[in-house]
């Protein structure tokens, strides 16, 4: 019988990350295909929210409401169990996706051949950064014309702040695209234009091999082994140690649309990603191998059926087997729970499952008991860090439209923070409520999901604000100095915490000049 520890390390819980239109998608259906748990591509009806369907609300909802079943993808693969948690290719769901990243032991990047490094990729990879997340990068679309894969590479080190090591090597790209050569594993692999299938392997020892040549031409085998040369001289050699601590990032290139280069990176993952990792508690860190079951909600998905209000929330199971009706305490209310009907994402299915280890993500139905970050555990008082809110960058005040549905209005609102929606903040000055997103279509969300969930109506009044940052300092004298100073723009968090409401950078910059004793934190959790 498999052991706790078997079970763990046998698992690689990921995500996969990209700037709109990189790839993303793409290369995920791939991988559930190599898994064997989709038959044909084309299955995957991703969350995806296309660029386009800002506008149109009622799109939105669709695909939010068909996304919970493809939220976490679980397969196996070998002897391996593999988790991909996806993350909304939307960045005005880009909290969501921050969330996502606290649940995964490491990352698949996916960078477009000819744009190279995009803001989104950018600022998701500041965040695995703050985690030190072990980083594959996995360079597509080599089918298309694109940038100098050397370029490429320098362009990657420099952006996203990491060491490279590329770990397969492209031969030509665009039309004289021929294929990669596997640095990694030596082997060469031809390229065929196909969407299903895996492509023709060129049998060799080393890159010397004549069979090389006779594959793909003498030119193009003398400039892969000058490329080599290059990278062997450039790049030191690829250190698992330093991938594993954050340092260092192995560089793969491939065609997800063509199925093309998949499998190497899929093989080389498995081998090399981290299997689920120690969990940071405010007290104390909680090993994957104790016997006591321990884990936290990362996310809450609203069930988008108007009829009933029902959510599903996302535990990661970070220590211990977690079972089906066991007795588990929720910490925060300190209330003893049992979870009789708890679903598991194998094959993209929900199925109920009767037990689930660590680095896996159980569905727990909710009916608005659950806030994002809320630990579950067998009796111990944890509480798990690394959930933080993001100073948001769009605000509006929110007012109420509908004076007989106060009530609900306040509850609604309520449930949609506990589920990380948007931040509310209450301006100390005026004492009106007001939201924080990072996005335009939050906005649109909670008024449509207020209305149908909860019958309550409201209306947004714009105000031009530039960040809300948290503010605290050693000197309580000089904090209640500032408070004094900017009363008109200090504004509390849910937990009562100060915000500081500056309007622009400059007012910022200011504010941090004249109070150097204060701290201005961008991230709730500091
Ligand atoms: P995303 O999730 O990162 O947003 O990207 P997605 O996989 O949806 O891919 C974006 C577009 O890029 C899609 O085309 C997809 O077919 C294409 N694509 C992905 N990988 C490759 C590749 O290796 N080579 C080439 N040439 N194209 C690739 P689309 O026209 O926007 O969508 P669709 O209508 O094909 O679905």
Known sequence: MATLT??????????????????????????????????????????KIK??????????EKQRGISVATSVMGFDYGDYKINIL??????????????????????????DVAKGVEMQTRKLMEVCR????????????????GRDPFDILDELESELKIGVRPLSWPINIGAKFKGVYNIYEKTLDLFKPDKQKVQERVEITDVNDPRVDEAV???????????????EGVYPDFDVAQYLDGKLAPVFFGSA?????????????????????????????????EEAFSGFVFKIHANMDPNHRSCIAFVKVCSGKFERNAPYKQVRTDKVMRFAAPTAFMAQRKNVVDEAFPGDIVGIPDTGNFKIGDTLTEGENLHFRG?????????????????????????????LMDEGVAQLFVNQFNGRKLIGTVGQLQFEVIQYRLLHEYGAQCR??????????????????????FKKRKHQFMAVDREGRDVFLADSNYVLQMAQNDFPSIRFHFSSEF
């Open 6 to 47: 078997d079970e763990i390390k046998r698992r690689r819980t990921f995500a996969i990350i990209s700037h709109p239109d990189a790839g993303k998608t793409t290369l995920t259906e791939k991988l559930l295909l190599f898994g064997g748990a989709i038959h044909v591509a084309g299955a995957v009806k991703s969350n």
């Open 130 to 145: 703050m985690r030190n997340t072990p980083v594959i990068i996995f360079v597509n679309k080599l089918d298309r014309e």
């Open 257 to 289: 649309l063509n199925t093309f280069g998949v499998k190497e990176l899929l093989d080389c993952f498995v081998k090399i990603a981290p299997y689920p990792r120690p969990t940071r508690a405010e007290e104390r860190e909680i090993k994957p191998e």
């Open 387 to 415: 959930l933080p809110s993001f100073s948001p960058e769009m605000f509006k005040y929110i007012e109420n439209t509908d004076p007989m549905k106060s009530k609900q209005l306040e509850k609604g609102i309520r449930q």
């Open 86 to 111: 996806d993350t909304p290719g939307h960045q005005d769901f880009a909290e969501d996706t921050y969330r996502t990243l606290t649940a995964v032991d490491s990352v698949i990047i996916v960078v």
């Open 217 to 231: 031409g003498e030119v193009d085998a003398a400039k892969l082994r000058e490329d080599l040369d290059l990278i």
């Open 460 to 481: 947004w009044e714009p105000l031009s604000l530039y960040k809300a940052c948290w503010i605290e300092s050693d000197d309580d004298a000089a904090l209640e100095a």
């Open 51 to 60: 660029k386009t369907a800002t506008s149109d609300w009622m799109e939105i």
